[in-house]
Structure formats: C-alpha cells, structure tokens
C-alpha cells in the first residue's frame, strides 16, 4: 500500500514517455482551481521541457501516489515540494544517462527544452536515454531546484489546459461518460434521512417500458433502466414503506484557547463590548448536480466519479459491494464545482448498488431537487463575541463563543475539531488575553464541507465586531485593524488594500458606503474592500470589491485571481440571498427559486484583485481564502453606507430597513 | 416515436420516448453531451441551445416540438477547429472555473451576438442572466463577451 510516510517514489509521480512527452501523477482534484495547469507549470520548468508536452493525470486511484483528499487549499503547498523534487530528480538521472552515453562529465552537460546539451553541440532528446529502462527510484529529500532565472512558466498567467476542451464542450463530465452496455439508475426516496425501509412493492414498476431491474440493497433501492426517463418513471412507481429513524449530529465543547485573566481584564475593561452574529445553512449548491458512473463487475470495479477523495471512495465502494481495495479503480472525472460537496461519495455508493445489482455498468445523475434535499449543507453558526478595550483603545481581552454544526467527517478529536469546525475562531490580532470555545451542537440537518469549513462564519464574526468595537471607541476601522496586527505580511496586505481602493480619500455617494475585511487562512494573508450603496427599502447592491492576497511564491497569477475572484463572487452570494431552509432535517429549499443564489445581474461592477504573494515564501493555497473576508466587508460597507449594522445573514432588504430603523 | 431533428446543420434521425425532452436526446441520442443537465426546469441555463435563433432551455422543449427548430449545440458553434469568437475569448479570458456552466453561458453570448454584434454590458448581462454558474466567472465571462464583440 503507498502510503504517504513512504518515501516519494520517481515512478510514482513522473514518467518520460516513449515520445519524448512526459506524464506527472498527483491524487489532488481539479475542480476549477487549475492545479492541472499549475502543476504542469511546476514540472514542465522543473524538467525543462515545454509545457504542451506535459500530461498532468489527476485522482486515478491506479495510477497515481495515495492521497488523502483535496481539502483546505492545500493542494499547491503539499504538491509543489513533491513534484519539484520528482522532476528534478528526473532532469538529474536524465543529465547522468547522457553522461554515461556521451562519455562526458555531467558537469559539461545542460538541458534545453526537451534535450540533453553538450557544450561541443551535442544534443540528445530526452526520449532518446529513455532505451526502455523507465526512470525510477526514491527522491532525495535534499537535491538541487531549477534556479528561478531558469523558470520559464512559473509565474506567468497561463490560460487553462483544459480551456478547449471546456469550450468545445468535448471536456468530459461525469456524467458524460458513456460504457458500452450502460444502463441508467434512479433511486427510490424515503421520506427522510435514515428512514428503514418497512416494505416494498415494486411490481408495477417491474413491468415499465425499459426497466431491468429494481434493486434493494439494505435501505437503498433503486431501479435501472435502459434511459434516464424509463429509470425515473418506474422509480416513482415503487410503492415503498418507511420507518424513520431521527439522525443527529454529534455535539462537543472544545476549549481552543485558554489564556488566564480574560474574565479579570474583561470586568477591569474601560470599555466592554458584546455582540452575537448569526448565518444560516446554505447549500453547496454545485451547477452540475451529484453523478456517477459505476462499473461493478464479480472480479472488480470502476467508478467514473466527482470526488475530492478518490482513495476513501476505493475504500467506501469495496465495503459496499464487498471487493478488496485493491480491485476497485477509481477514475475522477472533471466534475462542477462543488465546494466540498463531493467529500461524500453519496451517488458513487449508490452507483455501485446499482450496477452490481443489475451486472451491468450503470450512470446514476441526481436531480437538482435531489441535490438540494439530500446532499450536506454548510451548518448554520451562532458566534458569541465579547471584548474589553484599555483607555486608550487598544483590545485588553477577547471571549468567543462558536455554536455550530460539525462540518466534516474527519472526526471529533478535539485535535481535529478546532481546526475543522473551529476553523479561523481565533482571531489573527493581537496581543491580548484570549479565551475561544467551540461548541459543537446537534442539529438534524445532514452537514458537512462548504469551502473553508467554519473559517468564512467566524470571520464573518470577528470583522464585523472589529468594525464595531473602532466604532464604539470612536477609532477608524482601518486603524484599529493594523493597532492590533503584528505580522509584517498580514500589515502589508491590509494597507494595500487601504491604498488600492483609496480607502482614506475622497467622499461617497450618498447611502454608498465601504467595509474592509481581512484575514489568515492557511497562511495565505487576504484583505478586502467592498463598496455597496443601500436603497431606501434596505436593498443592498454590491458595487466594487477590491482583494489583496499574499499567497507566498506564485505559480499561476490568473489562476490565483480566477480563484479569488470566484470565492468573492460565490460568498457574496450567500452572504446578501441564501438561506437553506428545512424542516427537522428535511431541505424545503430544493429548487433555484427556492434557493436564489447571484445571478449575472447580481454582480458587481468590479472585482480587483492585487496578487502580491512574497516570492521568498513557500506557495500556499488560494482556492479558499478569498471567499473567507467577503461577507464581514460587505456588512462593515452596508453600516458605513446607512447606519446598519447586521448581525444576521443573509442581509435581506427587511433585515437592512430594521436595523437602520433601530440606529 | 421516429423523428428527424436539425441539430448543427445536419438532419438527425431518431427514435425516442414520446416525452423525451430535447435535452436527454442531445445528449443520449445523439451522443452531444456538451449540452448539460443542471436543473431540468429552465432555471439554470446549464443545458441552453440555440433554437431557430434564440437561446432556450433544452430540458423544457420535447424533442417533438425541437424537430421543427433549427438546432445549434455548443458542439455546433465551432467551424472545424477554427473557434466561434465566443468560445475563443473565453478561453483567452479563462472565463470559467469548474467549466459546467460554460457550454449554456457561450450558447447565451453567441446567440447574443448574432443579434446584437456591439452589446453594451447592460445587454450582456441581460443576455447571460439565465445562466447561473456557482463558481463565480461572471465578470470574466462579461468581459469574455465584450472581448468577442470587439
């Protein structure tokens, strides 16, 4: 089993084909981020050859090293060391073949775009030292890089590879995966999560044109049939019985920081402030609803599927439809977005029953009703915040209380607790006394992952009381801000952005106003500016957003654009219109008009993104961060604007009139 | 039922559950799944063609009321290798992220131009607002659409 505490083998992440092109392997998920892209860059300038001759192959559980998952932003600070160190290692055992072949030192030899050189002219394509035996063996942990003189991709704005593809719509989803002999499922609905199934009468749909089988396996049930529609149909003609069974999350309290004489500073406090910020569920909500193509045969499977985690659903499919591990491929397709919806393999299991009920391949696409009612959704978070402020307005002591949901399968060691579902509930100020709880509660809603977890609730938390907390000492939130921040990168990024949105100058439209908002995530350092105008009724329009991030050494500086930018967009989206609604657990919300999110009509004008990463720094993830300050300094813009202060999203238009009436 | 579609200028023959919509045969049929499914209500705009000129949500026609249009997928806007100017320019603009909601978006804007081949942004965004992508493109498909304009 690869395993990641074994050494990084070559073979394993970096092949030199017969052609001279070369294939790099990597178990982290493209989902839009453009990592593909990216890691051809790395490699391609690593190896020194031209970047349309390198193939990336993404999540194939056959072929590439083990991975944990694609999470948390990391996939570009993990992967950068790793596949540098592999394709030099490759350069280096390229560079010595030729030495053997040419009777030259390697010290006399170079490489150019493809080719060993020998000083006197010589070249050899690599191709030419492959002579069948493939380039192997376990990559030095220490071993020399290609100076950045001698980079040629990273750091450019390259487009990306899958770009035609995409267009042309020849890029093949999920769910555009065709098998010879492929039949299609639908599954038969119980009324709520963790309902038993009591009894079941599936005769009429048995007899529906184009069905093949009804399958039950356990408490799913579903039918197949030779088109989507017939499969559809006869599934709404089951008669089944159910019995429901309530499902809760779990609950924990997890003391995350602990310093002494909070409450002492607190009550000696010149000034004391206290304020509670509420979000509501929302939904992942991808485009592209969950979909999977299962191939389970008596010797083994293939799972075409969307997934951040192929290896965990190797492990999940063979459970299931009792293989071993090592039988079952898993093939990630490019899927839509989905914002961590797809940690849980949901239609991918369901796949599997299918087709190893029916003993053919089997393509299984969630409706969007289905989407919404049945996939996990980001928790709703209630955020107790109170501090103390010194007579001269500097922060003394700071209490946090985060009421959630959980938001991940990971687990509830407290360990793991306060880095998932207690993301970001430290504040990135300092230096005071603080004391921050999670308090991890039950709710009958199915949740799990939303991009960056807890960081973009509590952080919405922490920016908007940062605002009110100048406000209430009378300092400006900008200020106040950099009194309290004493890294130098987290300083920068905020006065950048001070400076690039020309925070300090100028007056605003009447009822226009704007709001900053920063944080760390992930040691990435990100800063906004928002700038909304309010309508008399209590409408907020976003007009501007201005974004400096410093995501260390930069690979792609459009792809890190493209992700902020995006991650603004999608937390504006929820942070003015959604709310997922449910009942005892049951999504009500199951519909685009029930379940409005931003429109091209919705938004704004401009979305300005500066990246400066401090190329001195190791690259750190950008496909999080960018959505984690947006909602903080859109309200912090809609208090400057009119006056009022919102503490509960989404910021409906009879939200904003309220709090505007109360001052 | 049999029926004969016009879909990317060629004549299609097929034969199909009476209330197939056109979506499904696009894709199931006829082995066009550029077309995507995202909602099956017309709310999306994931599974948008172009229909005698205007761009409609194919999971709400029938393909019997379809095989009186003239269809155009988004595997039909290219001529050859030679890109539509829609889909050129969101490639250079690297207007998309996850890419599902990109097929309906250019089918929006090509539909748009053939229109109106100097649209002011108003108009772009009117034109794209029954597109709904989740990862967050807008402004650069808007500035992708000025770019094929010009």
């Not at chain 1, 299991?349 to 087709?355: G, M, T, V, Y």
């Not at chain 1, 500097?394 to 998932?420: C, F, M």
């Not at chain 2, 402004?139 to 010009?150: C, W």
Request: proline residues 7%; aromatic residues 6%; hydrophobic residues 40%.
């Amino acid at each position: 089993m690869w395993d990641r505490s074994d050494p990084e083998r070559l073979e394993q992440r970096i092949r030199l084909e017969r052609d001279g092109t070369v294939t790099a392997f990597s178990g982290k998920i493209d989902f839009g981020q453009g990592i593909r892209t990216a890691f051809a860059q790395l490699v391609a300038d690593e190896l020194d050859v031209p970047i349309d001759r390198v193939h990336v192959v993404l999540g194939d559980t056959a072929q590439v090293p083990f991975d944990f998952g694609t999470f948390g932003s990391h996939s570009i600070a993990q992967e950068t060391p790793r596949l540098r160190k592999a394709a030099a290692f490759a350069r280096r055992q390229l560079l010595e073949r030729a030495s053997a072949k040419l009777r030259v030192p390697v010290d006399r030899l170079d490489t150019d775009r493809g080719t060993v050189v020998e000083r006197g002219d010589r070249r050899i394509p690599y191709a030419d030292l492959l002579n069948g035996t493939p380039l192997t063996g376990a990559v030095p942990d220490q071993l020399p890089l290609m100076p950045d003189s001698r980079r040629r991709y990273v750091g450019q704005p390259l487009p990306r590879i899958e770009a035609r593809d995409i267009v042309t719509g020849r890029a093949t989803f999920v769910a555009d995966v065709r098998l010879p002999g492929m039949l299609r499922g639908a599954i038969v609905r119980p009324p709520g999560r963790g309902a038993k199934l009591r009894s079941l009468n599936d005769e009429a749909a048995r007899k529906m044109p184009g069905v093949v089988a009804v399958i039950r396996e356990g408490n799913v049930v579903g039918v197949v049939a030779e088109r989507e529609e017939q499969a559809r149909a006869a599934a709404a003609a089951v008669e089944a019985e159910w019995h429901l069974v309530p499902v809760e999350g779990p609950s924990a309290d997890v003391p995350m920081r602990s310093d002494a004489g909070v409450d002492r500073a607190l009550a000696r406090a010149s000034l004391r402030l206290a304020q509670t910020y509420v979000l509501p569920p929302i939904a992942n909500a991808p485009i592209g609803p969950s979909a999977a193509v299962a191939d389970v045969r008596p010797d083994g499977a293939t799972m075409y599927v969307g997934t951040h985690r192929p290896f965990g659903v190797r492990e999940q499919v063979a459970k299931t439809v009792g293989l071993p591990e090592d039988t079952v491929r898993v093939l990630p397709q490019i899927t839509s977005g989905s914002y961590g919806r797809n940690s849980h393999p949901d239609a991918a299991i369901e796949a599997a029953i299918l087709s190893k009920g029916a003993g053919r391949p089997v393509l299984l696409q969630w409706t969007r009703e289905e989407e919404f009612a049945w996939s996990p959704s980001r928790p709703e978070a209630l955020l107790e915040v109170t501090a103390g402020l010194d007579p001269d307005g500097r922060i003394l002591a700071w209490k946090y209380d985060e009421h959630t949901n959980v938001h991940t399968a990971a687990g509830l060691d407290p360990q793991v607790l306060s880095v998932t579902s207690g993301r970001n509930a430290i504040p990135p100020y300092g230096p005071f006394a603080a004391k921050v709880t999670l308090h991890l509660e039950p709710t009958r809603l199915r949740t799990a992952n939303f991009r960056s977890l807890a960081a973009a609730e509590n952080v919405f938390a922490i920016e908007s009381f940062m605002d009110e907390l100048a406000a209430a000492s009378g300092q400006e939130p900008l200020a106040f801000r950099l009194r309290h921040i004493e890294d130098p990168r987290f300083r920068r990024v905020v006065e950048r952005v001070a400076e690039r949105s020309g925070w300090s100058g100028g007056t605003m439209p009447a009822r226009h106003g704007r709001g900053i908002a920063c944080t760390v995530y992930h040691d990435t350092y990100v800063a906004q500016v928002a700038e909304v105008e309010v309508t008399m009724s209590g409408q907020v329009r976003l007009l501007n957003v201005w974004c400096v991030v410093d995501p260390g050494q930069t690979v792609n500086p459009d792809g890190v654009r493209n992700q902020i930018e995006g991650g603004i967009q999608q937390s504006a989206s929820w942070t003015l219109l959604e709310e997922l609604r449910h009942r005892d657990g049951r999504v009500v919300t199951t519909g685009w008009d029930a379940y409005p999110i931003a429109t091209f009509n919705d938004a704004p004008a401009k979305i300005e993104v500066l990246v400066e990463g401090d190329a001195t720094r190791p690259p750190t993830g950008v496909g999080e961060p960018g959505a984690v300050p947006t909602a903080a300094a859109i309200a912090n813009a809609v208090y400057a604007a009119c006056g009022a202060r919102v503490r509960q999203l989404p910021l409906t238009r009879e939200r904003v009139r309220k709090a505007t009436a109360t001052g | 039922m049999k029926l004969a579609l016009t879909v990317n200028g060629a004549r299609r023959d097929v034969d199909v559950p009476p209330n197939a919509t056109l979506l499904s045969v696009l894709r199931d049929d006829l082995a066009l799944t550029g077309t995507r499914y995202g909602c099956g209500r017309g709310q999306c705009g994931a599974c948008f063609v172009i229909a005698d000129g205007r761009a409609v949500a194919s999971c709400l026609l029938t393909a019997d009321q379809a095989a009186r249009m003239e269809i155009t997928t988004v595997e039909g806007l290219a001529r050859g290798e030679d890109l539509h100017p829609v889909q050129r320019a969101f490639a250079e603009e690297d207007a998309m992220q996850c890419g599902y909601c990109t097929s309906g978006m250019l089918i929006s804007a090509a539909a748009l131009l053939a229109r109106d081949p100097s649209p002011d942004e108003v108009a772009i965004r009117d034109a794209l607002a029954g597109n709904l992508c989740r990862c967050g493109v807008y402004g650069r498909a808007v500035r992708a659409v000025q770019r094929a304009a010009s």
